[in-house]
């Protein structure tokens, strides 16, 4: 009999975790437990891509109405219910958390609803008492959303909380500028709130293209969205109350709160306690019926034994993991968003792949990071893959081709928003380094074009490729002259 009673203990049900335990179990043939806390799906499914994309939909039903009167429909737009749509997002996640349960059972993959704490490099002790050992265990247990340390945070939500709203608030301050604050802040513009945005930095969407950024944020302050650049949150408070944190009313200390307790609890229960009063870096105070912090998140490794068996943790609290996954302890492996490399689904799944690969199927593969496509779903949305054009000109000579211009469908309505498509070629090589698109269902060209860029296209393999007309991404085919050239 083995001294273990696994082959495999993966802590964690979101997509990597997931991924991994059913292949392993499914295709090699290996015996896997699973352990997770909370809900199967994890952020993806449960508190992230998935609810939010939704909600993305949802929020873009309002302007067609507008966009179809144009078009000579007799349409009158209509007022948003959030109760009928919560309902029927929240029943669509718990489908879709059956549909993962039972793609675990139907793989064999024995399941536990439990947390669980790594004990030594082989034992993982269960919430339930329980302990198992494995051979190998999988840390696939995702990350979490932080508010910045500041008195009074705890009044702010954070994006795990926005599916439990009750009611939408009138108005909203979203703090921060990347993926998670300004896709909400367009879902919620769109669903009718009135939303403010502080970004502490010059412009939002850090690392990204700059004229890329530039225009989702112009067409974010055009859609309504009162974006502030180089503006954060000094204090808050409930109004009434003095603002500051240094003990007066309002502040931690008044409400009895002990210090440890202050960063928990989300906003969302209090949301209905009166607006928060915020004071902004430049000293301007404004009411708000919620504040959305959208300031990053971070690995989930806490009190989960890692430090004690050796395994070993960056700054930001990830477990450090070699090009196949596998941490300083050989038994314990990392995936998805708690090795803090790229946070993106997809990638979790890639990295759950690449380790039972192996892993299991004895075929040494490490992930491939490289030329990932995402998108950032703004309105218009953000679709981009390889170097922005600032990155490639820190590397090596290189023509920027781009090109602006209002497209047909919306321009016909009288709507002066533009889209962008850039292109940024390697003078010497040829070669396609960057692709940024900024349009409607720009997610779903970038893909495409990902395939090409990932192949090392050159610009004359796009050059060659005729043009679909008429299309707005046409034109990634039709850019005869170079921009500029650096
Ligand atoms: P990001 O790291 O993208 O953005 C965090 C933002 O908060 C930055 O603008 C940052 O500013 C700002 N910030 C950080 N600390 C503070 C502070 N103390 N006060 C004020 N502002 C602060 O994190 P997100 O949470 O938006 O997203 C996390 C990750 O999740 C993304 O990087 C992405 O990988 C993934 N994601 C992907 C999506 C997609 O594919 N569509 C959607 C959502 C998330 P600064 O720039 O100055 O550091």
């Given at each position: 009999?083995?001294?273990?009673?696994?082959?495999?203990?993966?802590?964690?049900?979101?997509?990597?975790?997931?991924?991994?335990?059913?292949?392993?179990?499914?295709?090699?043939?290996?015996?896997?437990?699973?352990?997770?806390?909370?809900?199967?799906?994890?952020?993806?499914?449960?508190?992230?891509?998935?609810?939010?994309?939704?909600?993305?939909?949802?929020?873009?039903?309002?302007a067609?109405?507008?966009?179809?009167?144009?078009?000579?429909?007799?349409?009158?737009?209509?007022?948003?219910?959030?109760?009928?749509?919560?309902?029927?997002?929240?029943?669509?996640?718990?489908?879709?958390?059956?549909?993962?349960?039972?793609?675990?059972?139907?793989?064999?993959?024995?399941?536990?609803?439990?947390?669980?704490?790594?004990?030594?490099?082989?034992?993982?002790?269960?919430?339930?008492?329980?302990?198992?050992?494995?051979?190998?265990?999988?840390?696939?247990?995702?990350?979490?959303?932080?508010?910045?340390?500041?008195?009074?945070?705890?009044?702010?939500?954070?994006?795990?909380?926005?599916?439990?709203?009750?009611?939408?608030?009138?108005?909203?301050?979203?703090?921060?500028?990347?993926?998670?604050?300004?896709?909400?802040?367009?879902?919620?513009?769109?669903?009718?709130?009135?939303?403010?945005?502080?970004?502490?930095?010059?412009?939002?969407?850090?690392?990204?293209?700059?004229?890329?950024?530039?225009l989702?944020?112009e067409s974010?302050?055009d859609r309504?969205?009162?974006?502030?650049?180089?503006?954060?949150?000094?204090?808050?408070?409930?109004?009434?109350?003095?603002?500051?944190?240094?003990?007066?009313?309002?502040?931690?200390?008044?409400?009895?709160?002990?210090?440890?307790?202050?960063?928990?609890?989300?906003?969302?229960?209090?949301?209905?306690?009166?607006?928060?009063?915020?004071?902004?870096?430049?000293?301007?105070?404004?009411?708000?019926?919620?504040?959305?912090?959208?300031?990053?998140?971070?690995?989930?490794?806490?009190?989960?034994?890692?430090?004690?068996?050796?395994?070993?943790?960056?700054?930001?609290?990830?477990?450090?993991?070699?090009?196949?996954?596998?941490?300083?302890?050989?038994?314990?492996?990392?995936?998805?968003?708690?090795?803090?490399?790229?946070?993106?689904?997809?990638?979790?799944?890639?990295?759950?792949?690449?380790?039972?690969?192996?892993?299991?199927?004895?075929?040494?593969?490490?992930?491939?990071?490289?030329?990932?496509?995402?998108?950032?779903?703004?309105q218009p949305?953000?679709?981009?893959?390889?170097?922005?054009?600032?990155?490639?000109?820190?590397?090596?000579?290189?023509?920027?081709?781009?090109?602006s211009f209002r497209p047909?469908q919306s321009a016909?309505a009288g709507s002066d928003e533009r889209v962008?498509?850039?292109?940024?070629?390697?003078?010497?090589?040829?070669?396609?380094?960057?692709?940024?698109?900024v349009a409607p269902?720009?997610?779903?060209?970038?893909?495409?074009?990902?395939?090409?860029?990932?192949?090392?296209?050159?610009?004359?393999?796009?050059?060659?490729?005729?043009?679909?007309?008429?299309?707005?991404?046409?034109?990634?085919?039709?850019?005869?002259?170079?921009?500029?050239?650096?």
């Open positions: 009999m083995s001294e273990f009673d696994y082959d495999l203990f993966v802590i964690g049900g979101g997509s990597g975790g997931v991924r991994a335990a059913r292949v392993a179990a499914g295709e090699c043939g290996a015996s896997v437990g699973l352990a997770e806390m909370d809900r199967y799906g994890g952020t993806c499914v449960i508190r992230g891509c998935v609810p939010k994309k939704l909600m993305v939909f949802a929020s873009e039903y309002g067609m109405a507008d966009e179809a009167r144009a078009y000579g429909w007799d349409m009158t737009s209509g007022s948003f219910d959030w109760s009928a749509f919560h309902g029927h997002l929240t029943s669509e996640l718990d489908r879709l958390e059956a549909v993962y349960r039972s793609l675990l059972k139907n793989s064999g993959v024995e399941t536990f609803d439990a947390r669980a704490e790594i004990v030594d490099p082989h034992t993982v002790k269960l919430s339930t008492g329980e302990t198992r050992r494995a051979k190998h265990i999988l840390i696939a247990t995702g990350g979490r959303p932080v508010r910045p340390e500041m008195s009074n945070a705890h009044l702010g939500m954070v994006s795990d909380d926005i599916f439990h709203l009750e009611k939408l608030p009138k108005s909203l301050l979203i703090v921060g500028g990347g993926y998670i604050a300004c896709e909400f802040a367009g879902i919620m513009n769109g669903l009718g709130v009135e939303v403010t945005q502080f970004y502490r930095g010059a412009q939002i969407l850090r690392g990204f293209d700059e004229e890329a950024r530039g989702v944020a974010m302050r309504g969205i009162d974006l502030h650049v180089g503006t954060n949150v000094l204090e808050m408070g409930r109004k009434g109350d003095a603002s500051s944190g240094d003990g007066g009313p309002g502040s931690d200390a008044a409400m009895g709160m002990p210090a440890q307790e202050r960063d928990h609890g989300a906003g969302v229960d209090e949301a209905g306690d009166g607006p928060i009063r915020v004071k902004s870096t430049h000293g301007h105070e404004r009411d708000f019926d919620a504040v959305l912090f959208a300031t990053g998140r971070v690995p989930n490794t806490a009190d989960m034994g890692l430090a004690a068996v050796g395994v070993e943790l960056g700054r930001n609290g990830q477990v450090v993991v070699n090009e196949y996954s596998q941490s300083s302890v050989p038994s314990i492996y990392a995936i998805g968003d708690v090795t803090d490399r790229v946070a993106l689904t997809p990638v979790a799944i890639r990295e759950g792949m690449a380790f039972v690969e192996t892993v299991f199927k004895g075929n040494p593969t490490p992930v491939d990071h490289d030329l990932i496509p995402s998108a950032i779903f703004t949305e953000f679709g981009t893959v390889g170097l922005s054009e600032e990155a490639a000109r820190d590397q090596e000579p290189v023509e920027i081709y781009c090109t047909m016909f962008m498509m850039k292109l940024v070629v390697s003078k010497e090589s040829r070669k396609v380094l960057g692709c940024h698109i269902n720009a997610g779903e060209m970038i893909q495409l074009a990902g395939i090409a860029v990932k192949m090392g296209a050159t610009k004359e393999d796009f050059d060659r490729t005729v043009a679909v007309h008429p299309t707005m991404s046409e034109e990634i085919v039709t850019m005869r002259n170079p921009v500029r050239t650096a």
